[in-house]
């Protein structure tokens, strides 16, 4: 698995251009040969059937709009918005929602 923008679908970086990640219509679509199109607001909801919340999340600095998987989007803000946290600071919710809970990392087998 690639350590620059991982592919949620094949885990290659995605900086190479091979894989893209796009929301439409409440719907994840993926230019990667392993994608599979899901609903974004059900799969990003942890449940024993689906332990895994890595989505696509729509980048919420203004007039970015980057889409990104959920596991890549702190890199992404970090890398191309140094400020982030300022600019974001009355979007908690939005904060806690790129975090990767205990619960779900256990569930992954992630030390």
């Not at 290659?12 to 990667?32: D, E, F, P, V």
């Amino acid at each position: 698995v690639s350590t620059d923008y991982p592919c949620g679908f094949c885990g290659q970086s995605m900086l190479n251009g091979a894989c893209h990640i796009r929301i439409h219509s409440n719907k994840a679509i993926s230019t990667c040969k392993y994608a599979y199109t899901f609903v974004v607001s059900a799969t990003a909801k942890m449940s024993k059937v689906n332990p895994c919340t890595n989505v696509p999340e729509v980048c919420k600095i203004p007039r970015c709009n980057a889409v990104h998987w959920k596991y890549n989007m702190l890199r992404h803000l970090m890398d191309r918005h140094p400020s982030w946290e300022e600019i974001l600071s009355n979007e908690e919710q939005y904060r806690v929602s790129l975090r990767i809970s205990i619960e779900e990392q256990e569930k992954l087998g992630v030390p």
